[in-house]
T-cell receptor, first 115, second 114 residues
Framework: NAGVTQTPKFQVLKTGQSMTLQCAQDMNHEYMSWYRQDPGMGLRLIHYSVGAGITDQGEVPNGYNVSRSTTEDFPLRLLSAAPSQTSVYFC??????????????FGPGTRLTVL | AQSVAQPEDQVNVAEGNPLTVKCTYSVSGNPYLFWYVQYPNRGLQFLLKYITGDNLVKGSYGFEAEFNKSQTSFHLKKPSALVSDSALYFCAVRDGNYGQNFVFGPGTRLSVLP
């Protein structure tokens, strides 16, 4: 299994440009999520999904869109990039069981710089 | 609301000495607690978790963590530190009564000195 994969690894954008960060998992996990990591702030949840066709906002959703058309893929879209979106982005996935908290598996990350 | 605190930004320990990385949490329901490790330019790797039962949880690479309900803590420990343990460590909590999402602490950088 490849686990959780993310592309690209690095990206530089100019303010106002748009782009999509790709995330895929091959573990048939229902739950997928996007986090951003900033120094001293840990990981903050941007958006998440508990299954195909279902998405919801996390702690810091402004400026980002997501969709979940398949179980495997969960792309993150930046519609109009801003310097405040310079960060490292991680995708994660896990099984969903009501009475058992499965750990999340993380991708390698995408380092995004917005100039 | 759920929250996690890691009171130390940095922990330094000599190789061979025991290490402790501290974590305290706040949830309204039953806590599910996790530790992750991040090596430079890598994603997060799962170390261990507490769900219920034994307060001492054993995980990967010789790490263990002690759950203390009265102190709302979940400190990560290892009896003998290795230089290769140097990394960024994150504590996370999921509230058992509040969906699937995790809340992560700010991270603690562990440096093991040879």
């Amino acid at each position: 299994n490849a686990g959780v994969t993310q592309t690209p690894k690095f990206q530089v954008l100019k303010t106002g440009q748009s782009m999509t960060l790709q995330c895929a998992q091959d573990m048939n996990h229902e739950y997928m999520s996007w986090y951003r990591q900033d120094p001293g702030m840990g990981l903050r949840l941007i958006h998440y999904s508990v299954g195909a066709g279902i998405t919801d906002q996390g702690e810091v959703p402004n400026g980002y869109n997501v969709s979940r058309s398949t179980t495997e893929d969960f792309p993150l879209r930046l519609l109009s990039a801003a310097p405040s979106q310079t960060s490292v982005y991680f995708c994660a996935s896990s099984y969903v069981r009501v009475s058992y908290p499965h750990e999340q598996f993380f991708g390698p990350g995408t380092r995004l710089t917005v100039l | 609301a759920q929250s996690v605190a890691q009171p130390e930004d940095q922990v330094n320990v000599a190789e061979g000495n025991p290490l402790t990385v501290k974590c305290t949490y706040s949830v309204s329901g039953n806590p599910y607690l996790f530790w992750y490790v991040q090596y430079p330019n890598r994603g997060l790797q799962f170390l261990l978790k507490y769900i219920t039962g034994d307060n001492l949880v054993k995980g990967s690479y010789g790490f263990e963590a002690e759950f203390n309900k009265s102190q709302t803590s979940f400190h990560l420990k290892k009896p003998s530190a290795l230089v290769s343990d140097s990394a960024l460590y994150f504590c996370a909590v999921r509230d058992g009564n509040y969906g699937q999402n995790f809340v992560f602490g700010p991270g603690t950088r562990l440096s093991v000195l040879p």
